[in-house]
């Protein structure tokens, strides 16, 4: 089995490229998204702690299974830890044997944009050039830098309650070619934005983005409303344009159409991504509509980027090699390990 670790994944990008990381991820994305009738599904997990959420979020096809184990703690970065972490593992299906262990803290941040990105490619306006970006914590520059491989994304306005993630920022971002723009309010950073992609921790019924603020023929990325109790956009956002979601039965718990009684649901949801994908259902069809994508973050994403990195780690000779199943050559003599 291959053993990836966070130093492991960070040679592989950089072997790789972080575009051309990306581009593959949204890649392998579609070709898993438009293949939805094949993927065992079902929402996920969630074990609701104090201070959080404990996550496992499986899927499986006909040729592999893969899981994500995954937290969500809003309060962590006051003791110095980090909001999400994960890890992740793919097995065959053949034999049921595990094939790749990953951290998939990294590879969250990476496909959780890739994802927004391969949506917006349908949604947003082909003459975007201003992102607003709400929320700029571990999340952020993945989307900014992803976005730009499909929209001519010029402009980047900011805001985060927390001045130090935008000082963070900043850093990050000041040699990637945008101009930046720190804002004042969330209110602010909407102005004149052609993509509004917001990303907060807090867990709450929260209006992020207030329905005044929506400028006819703006695409918005919802992507931290993602469990119960939790959510970021004006529900009246909801109601003016087209909404498009992973998977139905999660989104309604998870994501902001619950904050929508079912029958309003049917009334505001588009599609499906794979819907979009398989044209089965239309993507923006004129320069004023508002388009929604109400994520919450799925398996087949996490199925994804591990198949991905799996093809890289072998392609590239990086990784370990490990043991994590017993070497033996009677498959009933198990105590033999111990010997």
Known sequence: MKLITVQDLASIVKKHGFDNFQKDLIQYLKEDFVRWSEFDKSPRYAAHVPGGVLELMPTADKEYFSFKCVNGHPANPFDGKQTVVATGQLNEIKYGYPILLSEMTTLTGLRTAATAVMVSDYFARKDSSTLALLGTGAQSEFQAR??????????????????????????????????????????????????????????????????????????????????????????????????????????????????????????????????????????????????????????????????????????????????????????????????
């Open 146 to 339: 992803t976005l730009k491989l499909v929209r001519p994304i010029t402009t980047i306005r900011y805001f985060d309650t927390d001045p130090l993630a935008m000082d963070k920022f900043e850093i990050n971002m000041k040699d990637k070619g945008f101009e930046l723009i720190r804002c004042n309010s969330a209110e602010e950073a909407c102005k004149n934005a052609d993509i509004i992609t917001v990303c907060t921790a807090c867990k709450g019924h929260f209006i992020v983005v207030d329905n005044a603020w929506v400028k006819p023929g703006v695409h918005i990325n919802g992507l931290g409303g993602d469990c119960p109790g939790k959510t970021e956009l004006d529900k009246n956002i909801l109601f003016r344009g087209k909404v498009v979601v992973e998977f139905k039965e999660q989104s309604m718990i998870e994501g902001d159409i619950q904050q929508l009684t079912p029958a309003e649901v049917e009334k505001v949801l588009h599609a499906e991504i794979w819907e979009v994908l398989e044209g089965k259902k239309s993507g923006r069809e004129s320069a004023d509509e508002v388009t929604i994508f109400d994520s919450v973050g799925f398996a087949v994403e996490d199925f994804s980027v591990l198949r991905l990195t799996h093809d890289l780690a072998h392609k590239y000779g990086i990784g370990h090699d490990v043991d994590m199943i017993p070497p033996i050559t009677d498959p009933k003599n198990l105590i033999s390990v111990l010997d």
